[in-house]
């Protein structure tokens, strides 16, 4: 599951935001004060400032996308790196896995060598203990 995390903005970053804001605002403030000095067509007006709000707009989306596609290298660098960490840790257990298989196989041999001399011991004691009977 992904963690969503708000992005960090830098000061630049929210600058360009507060720039945003402001030409809202005088692109509101000119065409009132248009009106009163010019006497502009009110649907010529009307297309300018929806021209200026799509631009406005346009460079918000932009900037939105933008975001979007670092916090996405974001996460994918960090998955990458997490990825790269499983894959040690993998390869490690593999390492202590086979080591641990050796030790196994070899106490298994060495089990069997025991077992072996043991029960030669058993029947080199049971000839000794029919020889006194």
């Not at 935001?17 to 649907?43: H, I």
């Not at 196989?105 to 203990?129: C, F, G, P, V």
Request: one cysteine or more; charged letters at 30%.
């Amino acid at each position: 599951m992904l963690d969503f995390q708000f992005p960090v903005l830098h000061e630049s970053e929210i600058q360009e935001l507060l720039s945003l804001f402001e030409t809202d605002q005088q692109v509101t403030s000119q065409s009132g004060s248009e009106d009163t000095n010019t006497a502009v067509c009110p649907s010529d007006e009307r297309k300018r400032r929806r021209m200026i709000s799509n631009r406005e707009s346009a460079r918000r989306s932009r900037w939105r996308k933008k975001k979007h596609l670092e916090n996405l290298s974001n996460e994918l660098n960090r998955l990458v790196a997490q990825n790269r960490e499983y894959k040690n840790r993998l390869g490690s257990v593999k390492h202590q896995c086979h080591l641990v298989g050796r030790d196994n196989e070899r106490l298994t041999y060495e089990y069997l060598a025991l077992r072996n001399k043991l029960q030669d011991l058993y029947r080199i004691l049971a000839t000794l203990q029919m020889q006194l009977q």
